[in-house]
């Protein structure tokens, strides 16, 4: 079945550091491919998404592209800032399978003066 | 509301009783979802209804799991008979976009904020 492979936290970094978090997905039709963010005390929210192979997602100085060859999704930021500090999840939406929608186990950045 | 409303947002209960979570999803909304969040790990896919039918139910954990959706829109998830290992945050989204063969879909969930259950 579908499913979503994330790279596993936490993960801290220096304010301005670069920061990347790899996804990686396994799906038989032709996915889209999102990424969440979770600010604390907060619900899930949509950070960027691409729909086909190539596309770029981009959101707040955040980037991910679309990698059907490697079947990956990673997430860039050139300097990240305090106000990152976030869990990210990876997701992945099969619209030629009701839809389906499945997330990865979630990346907590944390970004330190 | 303008979101996704979940309720209650915080429910302790003890082993072996039932519990229900509703999730009022955003109006015209023609998807809803429900996951599974805990502690440490990420979000566990439960069940989704398209409109009032549920295609996919094949992330429930177990029979003593249910749900429902009326008018397209309420959902109620059911828990019967707790365990300690049912604790988690039960996160319910909704979708406008509907995807289907040949359609793009943005495919963008909107979450509620949760109902946190601890079973003792």
């Known amino acids: 079945g579908n499913s979503v492979t994330q790279m596993e936290g936490p993960v801290t970094l220096s304010e301005e550091a670069f920061l990347t978090i790899n996804c990686t997905y396994t799906?038989?039709?032709?996915?889209?491919l999102f990424w969440y963010v979770q600010y604390p005390g907060e619900g899930l929210q949509l950070l960027l998404k691409?729909?086909?192979?190539?596309d770029k997602g981009s959101n707040k100085g955040f980037e991910a592209t679309y990698r059907k060859e490697t079947t990956s999704f990673h997430l860039e930021k050139g300097s990240v800032q305090v106000s990152d500090s976030a869990v990210y999840f990876c997701?992945?939406?099969?619209?030629?399978?009701?839809?389906?929608?499945?997330f990865g186990a979630g990346t907590r950045l944390t970004v330190k003066p | 509301g303008a979101g996704v409303s979940q309720s209650p947002s915080n429910k302790v209960t003890e082993k072996g009783k039932d519990v229900e979570l509703r999730c009022d999803p955003i109006?015209?909304?023609?998807?809803l979802y429900w996951y599974r969040q805990s502690l440490g790990q990420g979000l566990e896919f439960l069940i989704y209804?398209?409109?009032?039918?549920?295609?996919?139910k094949s992330g429930l954990p177990s029979d003593r799991f249910s749900a429902e959706r009326t008018g397209g829109s309420v959902s109620t998830l059911t828990i019967q008979r707790t365990q300690q290992e049912d604790s988690a945050v039960y996160l319910c989204?909704?979708?406008?976009?509907?995807?289907?063969?040949?359609?793009?879909?943005?495919?963008?969930?909107?979450f509620g904020e949760g109902s946190r259950l601890t079973v003792l």
């Open positions: 989204a909704s979708s406008l976009e509907m995807g289907a063969a040949g359609l793009e879909g943005t495919g963008e969930l909107f």
């Open positions: 799906a038989t039709g032709y996915p889209s």
């Open positions: 691409a729909t086909k192979a190539d």
């Open positions: 997701a992945l939406s099969d619209r030629w399978n009701n839809n389906d929608m499945r």
């Open positions: 109006s015209g909304h023609t998807a």
């Open positions: 209804f398209q409109g009032n039918s549920a295609p996919d």
